[in-house]
């Protein structure tokens, strides 16, 4: 029996949950595993009296972990960027291993904190899609594979928020507050509901997918704020679910990085993935099509991720920097395609004045750009509105040509709002 001594850094619901994997199955992962995982020191900034610490040494400073003989891995739970990302470091320089959830820390420093001497002794399973061990699954099962696409709903609160619009007829306000009223959405869920959280993960996924550096700088990110209750309706209307999702294409060594909404067909097993559960579809030159869903978040789903990077360690398939770690980086063989160049399908809903000859003057617009429409939903005002709706679905088009041509159509005198623009995803 190997017995692997860890010191926390955090006491939130992360660290709580793993404290409970620990306490209530720890026996029993010792009889599968032939590992014991103890738990010897716990920093945070301050204590809470009423969480079973099981004998841990406590202290407010994080610096007590690595300085610690005892502590064999440090595992950093506490959030934020730029003392969590000083604490890895500190850990990693004094020869100790780290397990983090921290998605930020990793998208934005993964380059600096991943290098010769580190990149055996620091996993983050948990930093992507709570308990879905698409991390291990890429840097395992599938790296025989040449990957062709990877895409996600890889943030619950936005998951949640636009399933509540379209299965409770709420706004995105009142499906906001709801959200956050259960605890899936912070106070402030600006880094969710504007794509930045999906962006960190997409990042690292991105490196582990395509052996790229990590570059969040260049991940094409919007948020969900624009998608009204009208969207929902017509794109159901249409055939489809909005979700929002990170995408990663391989097209020919040129890779799409984008996190958007999107719209997906319903019979798709991607648009049926509702609330805050989480789900990565993943294409392999061999493997085929995969999906792999579930919690995305939380107290448990997040922890228990945590301890298969902690059980790794303990079996000895988390190797020493002397172990097979690379000689030198290699460049990678792809390359970041830009937002302008992406081609697809695209939803466009228009208010309008509800006055004749503005259909005529939207669809001269998109001739005249070349861009053909495949299927049209026009609504009359009603009551006492002079607005209208002009719902398009257009061929795939090259992204630089749709912006230029809803500039245009914003500038029709006739146009009473901005265009909601919205891309489609076939999936395949």
Known sequence: MKELKIGIAGLGVVAQGLLEIVRNNGALIAERTGVTIKVVRVASRSEKPGVDLMGAEFSKSTDDLWKDSQVDVVVEL????????????????SGKKVVTANKAVIALHGNELLNKKTRNRLKFEASVAGAIPIINLLQGSLVPN??????????????????????????????????????????????DIDGIDAAHKLTILSSL???????????????????????????????YRVKHVGILRNNEGRIEARVH?????????????LFEQNAVSVIGDASGSMLFAGPGAGSLPTASAVFSDLLDFGSDNGLDSEGLSKESAKPSAFELTTMDQVCVPHYLRINVLDKPGIMADVTKVLSESEISIEAVIQKESEGESDNASIVILTNAVEEHVMQKAILTINSLPEVSEGVVHIRLEGMS
């Open 78 to 93: 506490m959030g934020g960027v730029d003392v969590a990302k000083n604490l890895i470091n500190s850990a990693l320089a």
């Open 261 to 273: 909404p999107a719209l997906i067909p319903k019979e798709q097993l991607l648009a049926n993935v």
């Open 146 to 191: 040449r990957i062709q696409q990877v895409v996600g709903i890889i943030n619950g609160t936005c998951n949640y928020i636009l399933t509540a619009m379209e299965q409770q007829f709420l706004s995105f306000e009142s499906a906001l507050q709801k959200a956050q009223e259960l605890g899936f959405a912070e106070a402030d869920p600006s880094f």
């Open 209 to 239: 997918a395509f052996d790229m550096p990590f570059d969040f700088k260049n991940i094409f990110v919007e948020g969900i704020r624009s998608i009204g209750e009208k969207d929902i309706i017509f794109a159901d209307e249409l055939g």
